[in-house]
C-alpha cells in the first residue's frame, strides 16, 4: 500500500513520467505491474476489465520483455509484465497506458498508477517511470585481514548501488569503519578478532545489503620468496618479496609490512641489501652481487604487535662473475674453423646459446661455440647464459673479421737458439694468428738458408 501511495504522489512532468528515477539492480527479471485510482487516490481492488498498452523508450540493449513458457500466465496486455534487465548500466523508460477492456493483475513490486480523473475521459490514463538500472551491490575485497597494530587499516570499495549507502562494523573492538566517499571505506584495527563490515543501499526500490569480514590477528611467521637456486651477477640486483602469515597460514596483503618493521639481516660480504625503499612495497628489498661467491646468511624478521622478532629461514644466493668469451676478436681466413671458449657465468640451473648477427660470413653452432668462417666480412658473435625457462641472466659479444691472407710472418720467441735445442715456429699475417688458418694449410712447404746451423 506504501508503494502505491508513493507512485500516486510522485512528482510528473509534462509526459506524466515520474521526475524521480527508481533504481534497480540490473542482470536479472523483475515484475512491473499498474494499479486503477479512485479520483481521491485509493486503488481498485479489480481492474481486471480493463487492457493496459505497455511500451519501453531507451530500452534497447539494456531491457526486453519476458513473454515466453516461464511466464505463461502472463498477458501482454494485463496489469503486471515481466521485464527482463540486462547486465549493463543505464536509464530506461517504462510506459503503462489504458488501452481498452480485458485484462488481468497481479500484486505490484514496481507500480506506474493510472493518475488523471476519470471524469476526463478524453485524456488517456497513462503512466510512466524511469529505471535506473545499476550492477549489484557489492565489496571488493571481501575477505581482508589486518595486522594487529593501531595503525594498520585497509579500504574496502563499494560497487554497484547506488550512492545513499549505509556501513557499519558488528564488533567495534575489533575494527572500525570510516566512509570516504560513496563508493569506498577505510576500516581501521583494533584488536584481535573477527568483524562483519555490512553496507546497506537505501537508494534502491528494493533496498540491497552486501558485507565482507575483516580478521586482525597478530604476524606469526615470515618468509622470502626466493627459490633454491637463485643466483645473481656482480653488478646486478633483484628485488626479493617476501610474505607474513599468521598463526592459521593465512597471508598478509603487503600493504600491513608498513607496520611490520621488516629488517633484512646479512653476515658476510657477498651481497649487500636495502629495504624500506620509497620506490618499493613494503614487502619488497633489494639484494645486490658484490663478489663472487655463495652466501647462506640471507634472512629477514618483522616484529610481532608484542614486539617479538620473528624470523624467516636462511636463504641460499650464488654470486657469478659476469659471462666472457675469448678470445675477445679474431681474424679467421674462409673455411677456417675455431671452437670460442666462455667464463663466468651462473654455476647451475643455466645453458649457454650462441649466435651471429649475420650468418653469411660467419656460421656458428648454437650450443657448442664451434665456429665456421664463410666469407670476407665482420661479424658478432653473442653468448647468452639461458635458465631452463629461457631466462637470460648473463651475456658476452666477441667480434669476428674473415679476410684473405695477402701477406705472411713468422713468429720466432727471441733470436737465438742453443745447440740441441728446439723452438716452434709458426706462420701469421698482418692481422691474423695461427687460428686464422692453421686447419687450412696442412701441406706447408719450408726453406733454410744455412741448414748446416
Known sequence: ????????????????????????????????????LHELGRPFANAS????????????????????????????????????LKNVVGECTVYAGL??????SVSTVAVFTSWKPLERPKDRLSDAVQLQLVAALRIEPN????????????????????????????????????????????VNARGSGTSLITI????LATPASASALVTVADVAGVRMLLSEDTSLQVGACMTVQTQAVNSFGRVFDSSQFGFMNLKVLLQDEVLTATANSVDMAANEF???????GLTSTLQVSVTQHNGKE????????????????????????PGAKYMLGVDGGPQTGFTIQFDSTNLEFVKIDPTSGLLEA??????????????????????????????????MKLNVKGGQLAIGREVSLFPYGLEENLFAFFDLCSNYKWSIEKDQV
Request: glycine fraction near 8%.
Open 200 to 203: 546497506r543501499d537505501v537508494g
Open 49 to 84: 476489465s480493463l487492457d493496459l498498452l505497455w511500451n519501453l523508450d531507451g530500452c534497447h540493449g539494456l531491457a526486453h520483455w519476458e513473454v515466453g513458457p516461464q511466464n505463461p500466465n502472463v498477458d501482454v496486455g494485463g496489469w503486471e509484465r515481466y521485464l527482463a
Open 99 to 104: 488501452h481498452g477492456f480485458v485484462g488481468d
Open 286 to 292: 633489494v639484494i645486490c652481487g658484490v663478489a663472487v
Open 310 to 333: 620473528v624470523f624467516s629461514d636462511f636463504a641460499q644466493v650464488s654470486v657469478y662473475a659476469p659471462l666472457s668469451i675469448h678470445p675477445s676478436e679474431l681474424v679467421l681466413a
Open 143 to 186: 575477505n581482508i585481514l589486518l595486522f594487529h597494530h593501531p595503525n594498520a587499516k585497509a579500504s574496502l570499495t563499494v560497487l554497484g548501488g547506488t550512492a545513499d549507502i549505509q556501513a557499519h562494523a558488528n564488533d567495534s573492538k575489533v575494527v572500525g569503519v570510516v566512509p570516504l566517499d560513496t563508493h569506498e571505506l577505510l
Open 1 to 36: 500500500m506504501y508503494q502505491i501511495k508513493s507512485a500516486a504522489h510522485a512528482e510528473r512532468d509534462a509526459d506524466h513520467r515520474h521526475i524521480t528515477p527508481v533504481m534497480v539492480i540490473n542482470d536479472r527479471s523483475i515484475r512491473v505491474a499498474a494499479v486503477a
Open 374 to 407: 664463410m666469407a670476407p666480412g665482420q661479424t658478432t658473435i653473442r653468448a647468452r647464459a639461458q635458465s631452463y625457462g629461457g631466462e637470460v641472466l648473463s651475456q658476452a659479444e666477441t667480434n669476428i673479421t674473415v679476410q684473405v691472407p695477402v701477406s
